[in-house]
């Protein structure tokens, strides 16, 4: 399976950014990658491209049932294979994700990111002009978690199986503002903020994969880091989840001169307790 999934991840997603179906009888023995291009053939264009929205493979539910399995396999032997990790979410959380789109159609704020879809990436971002801000402003501090634990945000890969495309932005949406999850919660991306923030999000979201992740994630943190994790980080994130405003109706473009402490405020995120024996992950 996790060959069939690697292969299937291969040919559908190229660097270029069009998907192409590919071509009847090219020899391929990938069960997974026949039965997404048997599927796809009746939705693309005649030049053979998805045409729901740019990114768009479309699949059925025995397709995102093989997909979903893959992926589940291949995200908990690797967990930094954000790839599975992206198409796990899109295959498993239909449910979830239309809820979290309700949630935002019913809020003042989230309803204007469903109708403006602002995108997080270094093209959209000020990068430069964020540095510049005070210190203790939420984008400062963004950037400070940038700089420290060396990513971007040019990291999130874009949705490709989610069928409807509200629904697909909703996804890339949470996608992009989980660095953001990070920086409000004081989180660093080792294996124990991972886990924290994926508590934090699994309570948040509703979504299989954060579940997935949140109880399986423990699993490979140290045994002297094990304590650290279920008595202080995973009451505290679960609390974190169940008392904050959902995330997803934040437009924390709007916010970067607010200071992070009163927008954890605002959302209802706590304090992180103090941490007993805080170690290396």
């Known amino acids: 399976m996790a060959g069939a999934v690697r292969t299937l991840w291969a040919r559908t997603y190229p660097r270029s950014g069009?998907?192409?179906?590919p071509a009847p009888g090219t020899g391929t023995s990938n069960a997974v990658l026949q039965t997404v291009r048997a599927a796809s053939m009746d939705t693309v264009t005649e030049d053979g491209y998805c045409s729901i929205y740019h990114t768009h493979i479309p699949t059925n539910s025995l397709q995102k049932a093989l997909l979903a399995a893959g992926s589940a396999f291949m995200s908990l032997y690797d967990p930094y294979r954000h790839d599975m990790v992206a198409?796990?979410?899109?295959?498993?959380?239909?449910?979830?994700?239309?809820?979290?789109?309700?949630?935002?159609?019913?809020?003042?704020?989230g309803?204007?990111?469903?109708?403006?879809?602002?995108?997080i990436n270094s093209s959209t971002l000020d990068l430069t002009?964020?540095?510049?801000?005070p210190e203790g402003t939420f984008g400062r501090e963004y950037i400070r978690f940038l700089d420290v634990n060396r990513v971007t945000p040019d990291s999130r890969m874009p949705v490709r199986f989610v069928d409807e495309e509200e629904l697909a932005y909703v996804i890339q949406r949470y996608r992009e503002v989980h660095d953001f999850m990070h920086t409000l919660l004081g989180m660093p991306t080792n294996i124990l903020g991972e886990v924290a923030v994926k508590w934090f999000e699994a309570v948040q979201t509703g979504l299989p994969m954060c579940v997935l992740g949140a109880v399986f994630g423990p699993l490979r943190v140290s045994t002297r880091n094990i304590r650290v994790l279920t008595r202080d980080l995973i009451p505290w994130a679960v609390?974190?989840?169940?008392?904050?405003?959902?995330?997803?109706n934040i437009y924390?473009?709007?916010?970067?001169?607010?200071s992070l402490e009163s927008l954890r405020e605002e959302i209802g995120i706590i304090p992180?307790?103090?941490l007993q024996c805080p170690t290396k992950a």
Do not use: S
Not at 129 to 133: A, V, W
Not at 239 to 248: E, S
Not at 252 to 258: A, G, I, L
């Open 272 to 274: 992180c307790p103090p």
């Open 239 to 248: 609390q974190c989840g169940r008392a904050a405003h959902c995330v997803l």
């Open 129 to 133: 002009g964020l540095r510049e801000l």
């Open 87 to 109: 198409v796990l979410a899109e295959t498993t959380g239909q449910l979830a994700v239309r809820t979290l789109r309700d949630r935002m159609r019913n809020d003042v704020e």
């Open 252 to 258: 924390y473009e709007n916010r970067w001169d607010q």
């Open 111 to 119: 309803h204007r990111i469903l109708q403006e879809r602002p995108r």
């Open 18 to 21: 069009m998907v192409k179906i």
